[in-house]
């Protein structure tokens, strides 16, 4: 158990709905990220806060957001869902999110789009 | 932009073999992270890498950083069926970047 906790498990909506997913941090960890992950695909780093703010930002669409709340927990909104958005969603969190300390990875999302 | 390249995609080895995988960056890093994912899990920090030239063992696991800091290596001596799985480095330059991954099984 890395310490982060993510909800839901399994979601399964149809295309064109809007979900969002929700994260909470370890303790102590001001960072967070999200990565999308595709059948036999790798890691595909999306966004990264650190203390509310963003830091980051990789291939993230724009129907997709995500923010950062006062008590550090992080929910990522997926938007006008197409099938393609069907993956494995992980959040992930770090002490300083400056890219030297241990990423510790949730159990992640996953998003089936019908 | 960065970009962090990872071969091969997969490997598939007889328990016992050896096992090596390569990570290359386009652009210099200022340290490098390996992660293993076990099939239906998800991954799992192994190890950071900071020096150039660096190399570190966990038992059978040996972790390089290149001279010039844009590559990295994994190497597993006489693979066992518990390290299936697929391992990951990421790479810090402007930002921390992922590779794809290479996916390891391991024939009994």
């Known amino acids: 158990d890395s310490g982060v906790t993510q909800t839901p498990k399994h979601l399964i909506t149809a295309t064109g709905q809007r979900v969002t997913l929700r994260c909470s941090p370890r303790s102590g960890d001001l960072s967070v990220y999200w990565y999308q992950q595709s059948l036999d695909q790798g890691l595909q780093f999306l966004i990264q806060y650190y203390n509310g703010e963003e830091r980051a930002k990789g291939n993230i669409l724009e129907r997709f957001s995500a923010q950062q709340f006062p008590d550090l927990h992080s929910e990522l909104n997926l938007s006008s869902l197409e099938l393609g958005d069907s993956a494995l969603y992980f959040c992930?969190?770090?002490?300083?999110?400056?890219?030297?300390?241990?990423?510790?990875f949730g159990p992640g999302t996953r998003l089936t789009v019908l | 932009g960065q970009q962090v390249m990872q071969i091969p995609q997969y490997q598939h080895v007889q328990e016992g073999e050896d096992f090596t995988t390569y990570c290359n960056s386009s652009?210099?890093?200022?340290?490098i992270q390996w992660y293993k994912q076990r099939p239906g899990g998800h991954p799992v920090f192994l190890i950071q890498?900071?020096?150039?030239?660096e190399v570190k063992k966990q038992k059978r696991l040996t972790f390089q950083f290149g001279e010039a800091k844009k590559n990295s290596s994994l190497h597993i001596t006489a693979t066992q069926t518990t390290d299936v799985g697929t391992y990951f480095c990421?790479?810090?330059?402007?930002?921390?970047?992922f590779g794809a991954g290479t996916r390891l099984t391991v024939k009994p």
């Open positions: 990421a790479g810090k330059g402007h930002d921390m970047r």
């Open positions: 890498l900071v020096k150039s030239g």
């Open positions: 652009t210099t890093l200022s340290n």
């Open positions: 992930a969190s770090s002490v300083t999110g400056d890219g030297t300390d241990t990423q510790y």
